[in-house]
């Protein structure tokens, strides 16, 4: 089956460089959701977007936006990285349906690793 | 501000007993909860899901058990097999919004 694809598995930056990393949700999925999950720590919440639309915002610096496309895949645009910055950056997808309560199951993709040197 | 929380950060087993993972959380408005299981550079896979209205959901070797007013829920898994050496997270949210708070993880050994 389909799962959620995330490009590319690892980036290599440098401080104060820009970086964007994408996300391919499973097909007919309609909502993505970007977690940023540090060294050793639990994986954090930035922001969702559910038909194109932001839904959801949590702990995304300024320096960070993102966005979702018509074809419903996402892109999480950062800038001015810093040291910090580095990270396991997940992207997960689900269906929502129309009407019904969000308790919708979210599939991870594998990840994008960071390193800013 | 950790709302979900996992305090046993490692367990081990032996193959075939049962594991049990615990997880407790301490916002009372989160109404679904599930389990993930995560392999070393993979994302997390999940596993099971409950929601409020239920104290178990049970699926093939996992069970996963809630406690309301105790505000904690466990993941059961029996046999355990050592396939299922991992590290697990448990992952809150609530019905209004969509966001999941996770907890810091259990890796599980599940020794043959």
């Known amino acids: 089956a389909a799962g959620v694809i995330q490009s590319p598995r690892h980036l290599i930056k440098e401080k104060r460089e820009t970086a964007t990393l994408k996300c391919y949700p499973i097909?007919?999925?309609?909502?993505v959701y970007w977690y940023q999950q540090g060294p050793g720590q639990d994986p954090q919440f930035l922001i969702s977007f559910y038909e194109k639309m932001q839904s959801d915002k949590g702990s995304i610096p300024d320096r960070f936006s993102a966005q979702q496309f018509s074809d419903y895949h996402s892109e999480l645009n950062m800038s001015s990285l810093e040291l910090g910055d580095s990270a396991l950056y997940f992207c997960?997808?689900?269906?929502?349906?129309?009407?019904?309560?969000?308790?919708?199951?979210?599939?991870f993709g594998p990840g994008t690793r960071l390193t800013v040197l | 501000d950790q709302q979900v929380k996992q305090n046993s950060p490692s367990l081990s087993v032996q193959e075939g007993r049962i594991s049990i993972l615990n997880c407790d959380y301490t916002n009372s408005m989160f109404d679904y909860f599930l389990w993930y299981k995560k392999y070393p550079a993979e994302g997390p896979t999940f596993l099971i899901s409950?929601?409020?209205?239920?104290d178990k959901n049970e699926d093939g070797r996992f069970t996963v058990f809630l406690n309301k007013s105790a505000k904690h829920l466990s993941l059961h898994i029996v046999p355990s097999q050592p396939g299922d050496s991992a590290v697990y997270f448990c992952?809150?949210?609530?019905?209004?919004?969509?966001?999941?708070?996770f907890g810091t993880g259990t890796s599980l050994t599940v020794i043959p």
């Open positions: 997960a997808s689900s269906y929502r349906l129309a009407g019904e309560p969000i308790t919708d199951t979210q599939y």
């Open positions: 097909p007919r999925h309609d909502t």
């Open positions: 409950i929601s409020s209205i239920k």
């Open positions: 992952a809150a949210s609530k019905v209004s919004g969509n966001q999941f708070y």
